[in-house]
């Protein structure tokens, strides 16, 4: 790990600023993602802003009867709050899904959604990343991509987000609260948040340098059965070959998102005018435009029948 320096920020916009202010910056609040890559050496900030002491760690109601929820809020506290759980299950559900026990009691709800990918090639250091060192070329095209996007890729890069809360989050429609270094705010509709690869794989929101998230909206509870499956090489501590993320009303209308097949959370929200019809149907629009891989195919039949499963078990 190369040396770094450190300070504690005392508010939202002091932070901001100084992020701004600081070549090569970077927040820390859990830390469960940046300090393993910063031991890796592939982020290798030269100062770092603590947001710890914050005051970001509430979940609170919003007056059109949703929930703001502050960014520091613990993994583990969003998925256990009793608002969450009766009214936003796939949410609970989707944090329960992700890493370990240990992991969720540290990891934010920010820096949920700006985790990094897992592609195996952005963390070999030996080989070409376009992620991790821009122009360098792509070494999972033409590697083993079992784990890798098969729809919304680029010729520079393939690699998957790996957030779960991510993918329930955009089936709730959340906006992300933010605050720059000017002081202004702003809110980004979740579906906003996160960019396609292109030919820059390496700039993965919109959010502008020295920006921070104070918080995520939910909308007021649209009902219907919600539920989240993921579909993973091994039970626990494992990142989503697929996953589904599906709120199912009772007049057989719904939404859903997918995990694990592309650069971000993947929702077409004219896919879900065919869930009447089944999940063939609905997977047929959401990869109209896939370009798998020959390792990676088996995701599209694996999707449809994970989201066939999911309908099942709501409808029954």
């Not at 009691?105 to 897992?118: D, H, I, M, P």
């Not at 939404?255 to 047929?284: F, I, N, S, Y």
Request: glycine share 8%.
């Amino acid at each position: 790990m190369r040396a770094f320096s450190y300070e504690r920020a005392t508010s939202p916009g002091a932070a901001a600023t100084a992020a701004a202010s600081t070549a090569n910056a970077k927040f820390i609040a859990g830390g469960t993602n940046l300090l393993d890559l910063m031991k890796l050496e592939i982020e290798t900030p030269a100062h770092l802003i603590d947001v710890n002491d914050l005051a970001l760690d509430r979940i609170e109601q919003t007056a059109d009867g949703g929930l703001r929820i502050g960014a520091l809020v613990r993994n583990t506290d969003l998925a256990a709050d009793a608002r969450v759980r009766r009214d936003y299950g796939v949410l609970s559900r989707a944090l329960l899904a992700g890493a370990s026990g240990q992991l969720r009691n540290k990891a934010t709800t920010a820096g949920n959604l700006l985790q990094r990918t897992r592609c195996p090639y952005f963390y070999d250091t030996d080989l070409p990343c376009n992620k991790r060192k821009p122009g360098s070329g792509c070494a999972a095209i033409g590697g083993f991509s079992r784990q890798l996007a098969v729809v919304g890729a680029s010729e520079a890069c393939i690699a998957t987000h790996p957030s779960d809360m991510a993918v329930a989050m955009r089936a709730l429609d959340a906006v992300v609260e933010t605050v720059r270094p000017d002081g202004a705010t702003r809110s980004i509709p979740i579906a906003d948040l996160h960019r396609l690869p292109g030919d820059s794989p390496e700039i993965e929101t919109v959010l502008q340098p020295g920006e921070l998230i104070t918080a995520v909206a939910l909308p007021k509870p649209v009902g219907g059965k919600q539920a989240y499956r993921k579909v993973r090489d091994r039970a626990s501590y494992a990142f989503a070959l697929v996953s589904v993320a599906a709120i199912v009303q009772p007049d057989g209308t719904g939404r859903v998102a997918l995990g694990g097949v592309a650069h971000k959370p993947w929702r077409l929200e004219a896919a879900e005018a065919k869930l009447p019809d089944g999940a063939k149907a609905v997977t047929a629009r959401l990869f109209a435009d896939a370009k798998p891989t020959k390792d990676n195919a088996y995701k599209l039949q694996l999707a449809e029948r994970t989201l066939a499963a999911v309908l099942r078990e709501a409808r029954a």
